[in-house]
């Protein structure tokens, strides 16, 4: 039995860090194609380019609203949704590339 609680006790302790970090590791996973998204809004030369950024972005917009996370994690994905929503406006008043 003793050798049971000596696996049981640590592993208890643990589970609480682990279960926020998986849950922030759905949400964060959105801000590298953000990043992304946001270098290349300011190389696309091009309207295509342009139109294919943007639905990229409404890829990740459908992503992040079809996310489901617990109560406690609502605020930081409420804002991802707005980061998600400033890169949108950065693509609206993006010039093309020289």
Do not use: C, N
Not at 9 to 30: E, F, Q
Not at 50 to 67: K, N, P, S
């Amino acid at each position: 039995m003793l050798p049971l609680l000596v696996i049981v006790v640590p592993a208890t302790r643990a589970a609480p860090s682990l279960y926020r970090w998986r849950v922030r590791s759905r949400i964060y996973r959105w801000y590298g194609a953000l990043m992304a998204i946001e270098r290349e809004i300011m190389t696309a030369r091009t309207d295509e380019q342009r139109r294919q950024i943007a639905r990229r972005l409404d890829d990740i917009q459908h992503a992040v609203d079809e996310l489901k996370t617990p109560l406690s994690f609502a605020d930081q994905l409420y804002v991802l949704r707005d980061h998600v929503a400033m890169v949108r406006r950065r693509l609206a008043e993006a010039r093309p590339a020289a």
